[in-house]
């Protein structure tokens, strides 16, 4: 059938008909952009209908009078004859239609999502760029548990690796591979902030473990107290703890031994002896066994009272001794401590608390006073109210006023027979003295012990230096008696406080090594640094030089602390300057401490030329300076108040002036030393994008598996 049959079969009156062909239209009109049929076939008053899969083909007829478009409106007389094209207009017809060729053998059709658009791309800038740096994938490793996860932070705890076990946990464990959380993994972590001192992040993981509802553990707390005490900032620290002991107390938590004591290394390390003894009376209220670890926390509280802390080590001593608990080799290098730090405080209160009879001065023993006496009876007498009278009896003793030391001892023994009277026998059992020692004979006072003082005693005198006080508790050998008694051996550390106490150039401190080699202890290095420091003080130097064969013949390596003590006996500018030189032969930079050490003794001399020469080495070798040097030149290079130029001749200030001008440019050259803070290595830097730290690749490569 021609067009023209087809035209006249759908020109009949017939609705289906021309429906279909006007709908036809429409699609070809929408299609096509509104261009109409041929002339012919509107002058039936019908359009053209182009069915779709002839399309391409119609359109590449050439044009003519029904291919034109149709400029007027819909309301324009269909009879009058369109305008004539523009050469644009038929170059875009020409075009028109030509894209179905492409689509037009194809019978199916994928749709893309964005996912494989960016893989696309992704793989074409591999090509073009293989030094790109890809995005970091998802976790695809296989599951790890939380006990895995704390197993691994416990090993890298332990090899002093907090900073990738804190990124294991955050990064790959909480981000990655989203796993919930246990108690112990942020205990294990805390635990080890704690002995880092890391304060700020040990409790950001507690009050994280908070918000996910996991209840804490005795040991959560513990650490918890324990990084307080091991933080460099105490005040921050002090408040903190006070803070979380008083949440505690709100909860009603119940602490056990272990936690008491990290809360009492706290109030020993960043409080004082007074916060020591009311948790000290908070342990003996709650029921807690008393060990001699309980009264080693007590001595280092001892410790922080430079002025009367010795004083205080020694009551504290003889009270563990009283309750019948055995001294750790710990306790005694406290005591040790203490004899070197501190001092010993008014000596006649001393002369009354340390030399007087044991019996009055049984400090767990019940107050004096028949009123105290009756308070414990109308009290039923119970043992936690006995015990907090004796806690409370020992701090009166240990803050004893002067005033009050002067009067006559109290009536204890009245005291303790009314108490008698009224106690059972089983509640005094864990707080009965031992039995009192025999006396010692001799005129030598070993306060250590419980035994009454010889008689010939009869005060103390003045006790300023570390030797007077290491003289009370026996000597060295009187010290080291006490230590076999208790079937005890000094360490290492024990003979390096022993040398630093004891008296400088006695025969106690030549028989160390003899003492040292009888005990078959093994030397280290810091050991003979004690030993050169002592000598270099005392203008010895050739004494301190004397110690480096020794040093050698053991297998011991000098460091840079053995030149520093070198250094203090360094007077004389020719020792100094020969000293710089020994390091450089040994391939060792002198640090900021050595020149710290030579620019001190030259200040000392006002000795300005070598002091010139003291920074000219130290420019050589580039080393830093910090404030304690900046601050010694400063004071060099000022004036004295009295210098007047005109007014007289000094010979000690004539180089002055070239010592102002050369520091002035000397200032300009050298570099500034770089204090770290202390929890910068615990710390990650996150790269570009938030994409990680800087570790996380070396942790994916180590503990990426099960």
Not at 667 to 693: N, Y
Request: charged fraction near 25%.
């Amino acid at each position: 059938m021609d067009l023209m049959g087809l035209a006249r079969l759908f020109s009949r009156p017939r609705l289906l008909g021309l429906s279909i062909l006007q709908h036809l239209y429409l699609c070809r009109a929408r299609w096509a952009g509104g261009r109409e049929g041929p002339s012919w076939l509107q002058a039936t008053g019908l359009t053209w209908p182009t069915p779709v899969a002839f399309s391409s083909s119609l359109s590449q007829l050439p044009p003519g009078p029904g291919n034109q478009k149709n400029t007027g409106g819909p309301s324009s007389d269909l009879s009058q004859p369109s305008p004539t094209a523009t050469p644009d207009e038929e170059e875009e017809e020409e075009s028109f239609g030509t894209l179905s060729n492409k689509y037009s053998s194809r019978r199916m059709f994928r749709k893309s999502t964005a996912q494989l658009y960016n893989l696309r791309i992704r793989g074409q800038s591999v090509e073009e760029d293989e030094e790109r740096e890809l995005e970091p994938k998802s976790w695809r490793g296989p599951g790890n548990s939380p006990y895995w996860y704390f197993l691994q932070c416990k090993r890298l705890i332990r090899e002093g690796k907090l900073a990738e076990a804190l990124d294991l946990f955050e990064r790959q464990m909480l981000k990655e591979e989203q796993l919930q959380p246990l108690e112990w993994n942020y205990t294990v972590l805390i635990g080890g902030c704690g002995r880092a001192g890391y304060l700020k992040k040990a409790f950001r993981l507690y009050n994280d473990m908070k918000k996910r509802d996991l209840e804490p553990s005795d040991a959560t707390y513990t650490a918890l107290f324990n990084v307080c005490a091991e933080s460099p900032w105490k005040d921050s620290a002090l408040q903190s703890a006070l803070k979380l002991r008083q949440q505690l107390r709100a909860r009603n938590v119940q602490l056990n031994l272990k936690t008491y004591h990290a809360l009492l290394k706290m109030a020993a390390l960043c409080a004082d002896l007074r916060m020591c003894l009311d948790v000290f009376k908070e342990i003996v209220l709650k029921g807690h066994t008393v060990t001699e670890e309980t009264f080693n926390f007590l001595l280092m509280g001892c410790i922080q009272d430079k002025k009367m802390g010795f004083r205080y080590a020694l009551q504290v001593w003889r009270q563990m001794l009283s309750l019948g608990l055995k001294p750790s080799r710990h306790g005694y290098n406290l005591l040790l401590g203490a004899a070197r730090d501190c001092g010993l405080g008014d000596p006649e209160v001393a002369t009354k608390l340390l030399l007087r009879p044991i019996e009055e001065t049984a400090l767990l023993q019940p107050p004096a006073g028949r009123w105290q006496a009756r308070k414990i009876a109308q009290a039923g007498v119970g043992s936690g109210m006995l015990a907090r009278l004796h806690v409370e009896a020992l701090e009166r003793q240990l803050f004893l006023e002067p005033s009050q030391a002067l009067e006559g001892p109290p009536d204890l023994q009245e005291a303790q027979s009314e108490v008698d009277t009224t106690e059972e026998p089983t509640h005094t059992v864990a707080l009965t003295p031992v039995a009192l020692q025999p006396p010692l004979t001799g005129l030598k006072a070993n306060l250590l012990s419980l035994g009454i003082v010889a008689p010939t005693v009869v005060s103390l005198g003045t006790v300023a230096t570390p030797a007077d006080r290491l003289a009370l508790m026996g000597g060295m050998e009187g010290f080291l008696g006490k230590m076999a008694e208790h079937g005890l051996q000094p360490d290492i550390k024990t003979l390096t406080l022993l040398a630093e106490v004891v008296a400088p150039g006695s025969p106690e401190e030549s028989s160390l090594l003899a003492t040292l080699d009888a005990h078959q202890v093994e030397a280290d290095v810091t050991f003979f640094n004690t030993l050169m420091r002592k000598k270099s003080k005392l203008g010895d130097l050739e004494g301190a030089k004397a110690l480096l064969p020794v040093l050698a013949k053991r297998g011991l390596v000098p460091n840079l602390q053995t030149f520093c003590n070198l250094a203090i006996g360094c007077r004389r500018p020719g020792d100094g300057l020969q000293l710089l030189a020994d390091m450089q032969k040994s391939q060792m930079t002198p640090n900021t401490h050595v020149y710290s050490t030579l620019i001190n003794a030259a200040l000392k001399r006002l000795d300005y030329a070598y002091l010139i020469d003291i920074l000219k080495d130290m420019r050589r070798n580039n080393v830093p300076v910090n404030e304690v040097v900046i601050r010694q030149l400063e004071f060099a290079a000022e004036y004295p108040p009295t210098f007047d130029r005109y007014k007289g001749k000094n010979t000690y200030l004539e180089k002055i002036d070239g010592f102002r001008a050369y520091y002035k440019q000397w200032l300009k050259v050298m570099p500034a030393e770089e204090i770290p803070h202390p929890w910068q290595k615990f710390r990650t830097k996150p790269k570009e994008g938030d994409q990680g730290s800087m570790m996380e690749a070396d942790v994916d490569r180590g503990l990426g598996g099960r």
